[in-house]
């Protein structure tokens, strides 16, 4: 079987049921990233989310591909070299909405001495393999624009390379490609219930809009439910299982730029954490993230006024300037399902993935996924199909190291040409709007604005150059449903369009949803 090829859209059948492959549970990365390649290799797969694509964890990063540097101190070395290795991996598959990204450290006389922190970049920079991004140098943070936001109490600083993405961005494209390779992608399903009968899962799940419920039969089940894996496994597979899941929490703040150049900067602090401060979305700043122990529902995570505090306080031990909560124009947190290996704080609990497959005499295989990073995705779909593989002798072999996501089709550093071919194309764009849907869309942004030749073509302007076309695109290609789907995960123009603004969005969606399932309805 060819690598990549769609799969065969004639699904089996049992008395007139489908019979998938692989039910997932979960559309957050990992179930998507397992969708897309199981997909490619020519299995049929279903795949339900309880709400929207990424809502969870996964839009709740730090939005990083990084190796994690701090990991080197928790002897984490597999982890590290797997996560370099695939930072140049992932940015050559997705180039519209990845990019490299230089870490500036400061040193800090208080705490890890220079020698330390030399030795770590050392072998951070030759563990996995680096070709493209740039090697470690030590700068003087009393010259130019780096330090300039800076105490000046830092000195000398060192440089390193890792990369950026827009992670809700990188979910809803691995799970567009898994729908164009055959995959039933369905957003807003909750998983009720599952139960193997007859040699395969019979899997109940309900339409969270409608109330319609239904079943759907599989050969297996993949629980990548992520902070949720273990309500599934106990109230939805209900299982035994030796395995638990350790929830933590990782808030983060966003405020207005501080500082005017395009370097992050990675933080030391006096508990032994980091806390990074990266450029974000052309005039704000990220600052994140923190590490606590979340004993609550993971729908119930919020960035508290203690994270808060901690945030600022990490930071302005830096900054010349103090950072204050009255600064913090967006707050988000979202907790991380790491695999419970005993760890006596939350910092220094493994981020790497676990995978275990029950299994019962002859019933069909359940996988439960824990963990995980969003920079070991693509290798942790990998390493589930192959513990799949010996239920599904068929299965194509790996291919997605060298394919590229949707609208990711130009060189690394290439956004900047298509911007200005973009723009050569539409010229009623300027440079902000091209550059945004370059960096949103890549190249599938000739597609999006189509046969467009000035802004009223567009349809309607919801502000910040969000239009009509755009919106209709979204929910038509990348199941946007409301006007959270659009501003907050599809895109970040939340930050930019008012309440007024959102709630009109809002409208807006739903009055067109409803045309169109009324017209559905109409030509049955």
Known sequence: MDPGRKADARVETCLGKQI???????????????????AGRGLSVFLCEMGDLAQGTSSASTKLFHGGLRYLEYFEFRLVREALKER????????????????????????????????????????????????????DLRSGPIGASLKDQFVTGFEYSDGWVQDSRLVVLNARDAADRGASVNVRTKCLAAAPSDGVWQVQVRDEDTGAT????????????????????????????????RLVRGSHIVVRKRFEHDRAFIFQNADKRIVFAIPYEEGFTLIGTTDRDHETSPSEAVCTPEEIEYLCRSVSEYFRDPVTAEDVVWTYSGVRPLYDDGAKSATAATRDYVLKVERSGDAPPLLNIFGGKITTYRRLAEAALEKLRPFFPQMGSTWTAGACLPGGDFPVGGDEEQGTRLRDRYGFLDVDWARRLIRTYGTDAFDLLGDAASIEDLGQNFGATLTEAEVVWLMRKEWARSASDVLWRRTKLGLRLSDEQARTLDVWMRASRADEQRHAHGSR
């Open 20 to 38: 998938f492959d692989l039910a997932i549970i979960g559309g957050g990365v990992n179930g998507c990233g397992i969708a897309r390649d199981a």
């Open 88 to 139: 140049e991996v992932l940015l050559c598959a997705m180039p519209h909405i990845a990019w490299p990204l230089r870490f500036v450290l400061p040193h800090h006389r208080g705490l890890r001495p220079a020698w330390f922190l030399r030795l770590g970049l050392f072998v951070y920079d030759h563990l996995g393999g680096r070709k493209i991004l740039p090697a470690t140098e030590t700068v």
């Open 214 to 245: 239904r079943t759907v039969a599989a050969r297996s089940l993949v629980n990548a439910g992520g902070p949720w894996v273990g309500q599934v496994i106990s109230q939805c597979v209900r299982v035994n299982t030796n395995d638990n899941v």
